[in-house]
């Protein structure tokens, strides 16, 4: 999880958010699946269909194909498409190759926890159950999950 860099840490809401890198992360292996033949697909195609410049995908894709989760093929016919079947990528699995850690806090970024504090922190408690429900909702979520609910959005039966 990063933060905006404003005012300590905190953006101008005071809010933590998942940064841009690891929400097009998520928009490129949910394109992938929805749009896969068992070809490659062009990173233009993706930037076209997601709205998100070729020039930025550029700096996503290697991460995720350095951990796997990508092929790669290179040439006319070249481009991207998933290493493995869309249920076995988490949601997790793909915010962590980009953000890093989702630790709602610094002090859980390190195992085990090397803050000077922890041992007598009265909101440490709070932090690590933030911190599992978290990892538990994230890592619950599969990207075949998430190809579902899209089909739902887009056959219109997608209520808010």
């Known amino acids: 999880m990063s933060f905006s860099m404003r005012q300590g840490g905190l953006g101008k809401d005071r809010t933590m958010k998942i940064s841009t890198k690891g929400r097009y992360a998520l928009r490129v292996m949910l394109d992938l699946a929805i749009y896969d033949t068992?070809?490659?697909i062009p990173l233009k195609a993706i930037a076209e269909r997601q709205g998100i410049t070729v020039k930025y995908l550029e700096q996503i894709v290697p991460l995720l194909n350095k951990?796997?989760?990508l092929k790669s093929s290179r040439g006319n016919n070249g481009g991207y498409r998933l290493a493995k079947d869309p249920k076995e990528y988490t949601a997790g699995d793909i915010l962590r190759i980009t953000e890093g850690s989702i630790a709602p806090v610094a002090c859980l970024e390190d195992e085990p926890n090397q803050c000077e504090r922890k041992e007598f922190c009265m909101t440490l408690p709070f932090w690590q159950g933030l911190y599992n429900v978290i990892n538990d909702y994230v890592d619950s979520v599969?990207?075949?999950?998430?190809?579902?609910?899209?089909?739902?959005?887009t056959e219109g039966d997608y209520c808010i």
């Open 67 to 69: 951990a796997g989760y």
């Open 142 to 153: 599969t990207l075949e999950d998430l190809v579902e609910e899209s089909k739902r959005f």
């Open 38 to 40: 068992g070809e490659f």
